[in-house]
């Protein structure tokens, strides 16, 4: 079955630090992989995906993250971190050989503290 | 840029009620999701639809039912609200399926008293 692990409920991170934000999975076949971030009382919003390819991915508000296939994971990373990026992330995955619908993890709040 | 948008951003319904939640994706997306957030447990799909008139079950559709009888528009229904719908609703769309991308509106918060 596939699943979606977001290990840690918050993050807590200095303002200038480098930030982690850490997501595992589990799919049956190659995965298709997506992060998402929240801010309070909005919607979701996309920052970047997996597909195939070069390992990192480079997305929004100098979000990337890396593929390690290995160790099933898809972490989230920015070197510096900035208050404003205080929110909820989401990690979602899709089996690129099914046609299964996302698979979410439950979310990291990720606080920023100046 | 897509644009998603759900009608009502706060809504306030007595238990019992009929509820009415639209969405309009303006991007001429095939597909659209409803999804309920709660605190803790992620995002949950509750149906979606691969075309017009097309409505599939997700993980929790008791209670709810949805109609899509145009490609730009897909509605949430709620027959007979009740208090543990009390929820964040999340309408979506995406192009196709495998690496397409996932686009949100803002979100509905229903409460049911």
């Known amino acids: 079955a596939q699943s979606v692990a977001q290990p840690e409920d918050q993050v807590n991170v200095a303002e200038g630090n480098p930030l982690t934000v850490k997501c595992t999975y589990s799919v049956s076949g190659n995965p298709y992989l997506f992060w998402y971030v929240q801010y309070p009382n909005r919607g979701l919003q996309f920052l970047l995906k997996?597909?195939?390819?070069d390992n990192l991915v480079k997305g929004s508000y100098g979000f990337e993250a890396e593929f390690n296939k290995s160790q099933t994971s898809f972490h989230l990373k920015k070197p510096s971190a900035l208050v404003s990026d205080s929110a909820l992330y989401f990690c979602a995955v899709r089996d690129m050989d099914s046609n299964y619908q996302l698979i979410w993890g439950a979310g990291t709040k990720l606080i920023i503290k100046p | 840029d897509v644009k998603v948008t759900q009608s009502s951003r706060y809504l306030v319904k007595r238990t019992g009620e009929k509820v009415f939640l639209e969405c309009v994706q303006d991007?001429?997306?095939?597909?659209m999701f409803w999804y309920r957030q709660d605190p803790g447990l992620g995002l949950r799909l509750i149906y979606f639809?691969?075309?017009?008139?097309?409505?599939e079950k997700g993980d929790i559709p008791e209670g709810y039912s949805v109609s899509r009888e145009k490609k730009e528009r897909f509605s949430l229904i709620l027959e007979s609200a009740s208090t543990n719908q009390t929820s964040m609703y999340l309408c979506a769309s995406s192009l196709g399926q495998g690496a397409d991308t996932i686009y949100f509106g803002e979100g509905s918060w229903l409460t049911v008293v």
């Open positions: 991007m001429d997306h095939e597909n």
């Open positions: 997996y597909i195939t390819g």
């Open positions: 639809s691969y075309d017009v008139k097309m409505k």
